[in-house]
């Protein structure tokens, strides 16, 4: 899910004009897996979902210094539309 977001990054323009947020739309999300169609929204929810729960933890090497991060820091269904937004 995050190499299809990597994907939309268009690598000419300047990193401060890059979008933080990415769309996915449960066709591409059932293409790129090879889902059904029928249940690849709710598929590509569980996942968004998933990779928003998930963490990211660091530890400095004398161990004094500990960082929690997550993948993304926002997700957005768009209903009706078949698609979800993640921004990292």
Known sequence: ?????IAKIDSQKPVDEISESFKITANEYAKTF???NKNAYRQLEAAVRGLYDRDINLTNSDKK?????RW???VEYHD???????SF
């Open 65 to 69: 210094k500990r960082v929690h991060l």
């Open 34 to 36: 090879n889902l059904d």
């Open 80 to 86: 009706g539309e078949g698609a979800a937004s993640l």
């Open 72 to 74: 993304v820091w926002k």
């Open 1 to 5: 899910l995050l190499l299809l977001c």
